[in-house]
């Protein structure tokens, strides 16, 4: 079977319900939205789900703090378990704290980590036209970001791969569970 092929058995799929975390300019959207039509689960921008208060902070440049975050992440727990099917959203879902509320909603949800270079992850946060998220935040993102424990259902996968690669390699592992690192 094609990797690149919808599958019309998403029930048989390793996981259902699936972050797709990272800091920001890691391109938790672009593959969601690749990925969505590749693996027949609904894909959300988690950024959709914030409340208007946390967007005019981050706008200003100002980062979010804990409680800040809780009822966004509410949000996206809540929006996760009411996919009876499956479903993938984008959430940043940086410390483990974040995930475990995510999890009270949807205890086998998976995350797929993009990760990649500093470097990279700035220039293209300089390149997005019309995003609330300053680049001038990434720092505080990157020191706040705690990586997968490996009690934790998850992958963690290289942004500096083709875009191609990354949806192909992720329907994959939605399909089987595989757990080894793409590094």
Same mark, same amino acid.
């Given at each position: ?13 390793? *996981?259902?319900? #699936? ?14 939205? @690749?990925?969505?039509?590749?693996? &027949?689960? !609904? *894909?959300? %921008? ?5 409340? /208007? ?5 981050? $706008? ?15 949000? #996206? ?8 099917? &499956?479903? @993938?959203? &984008? ?6 704290? *974040? ?5 009270? *909603?949807?205890? +086998?949800? $998976? ?5 990649? =270079? ?14 609330? @998220? ?6 505080? /993102?990157?020191?706040?970001? +705690?990586?997968?424990?490996? %009690? ?11 875009? =191609?690669? #990354?949806? &192909?390699? $992720? !329907?994959?592992? #939605? ?9």
């Amino acid at each position: 079977m094609n990797a690149l092929l919808p599958s019309p058995q998403c029930n048989d799929f390793a *996981y259902r319900h #699936i972050v797709i975390m990272g800091v920001s300019g890691s391109g938790k959207s672009t593959v969601g939205e @690749m990925l969505s039509p590749v693996v &027949g689960l !609904a *894909y959300r %921008d988690g950024d959709d789900l914030h409340p /208007q208060e946390n967007i005019a902070k981050m $706008a200003r440049g100002v980062p979010l703090t804990d409680e800040d975050r809780w009822p966004w992440l509410r949000e #996206i727990g809540a929006w996760l378990a009411a996919a009876d099917n &499956g479903a @993938m959203v &984008g959430c940043s879902a940086l410390k483990r704290s *974040y995930r475990d509320l995510i999890r009270e *909603y949807v205890p +086998e949800v $998976a995350f797929l980590h993009l990760d990649g =270079e500093f470097s990279v992850l700035f220039e293209r946060m300089n390149h997005r036209p019309g995003h609330f @998220m300053p680049a001038s935040l990434l720092h505080s /993102q990157v020191e706040t970001l +705690e990586s997968l424990g490996p %009690d934790e259902s998850g992958k963690l996968f290289d942004i500096s791969e083709p875009l =191609e690669t #990354i949806v &192909g390699k $992720a !329907a994959r592992w #939605i399909r089987t569970g595989d757990q080894l690192s793409e590094h």
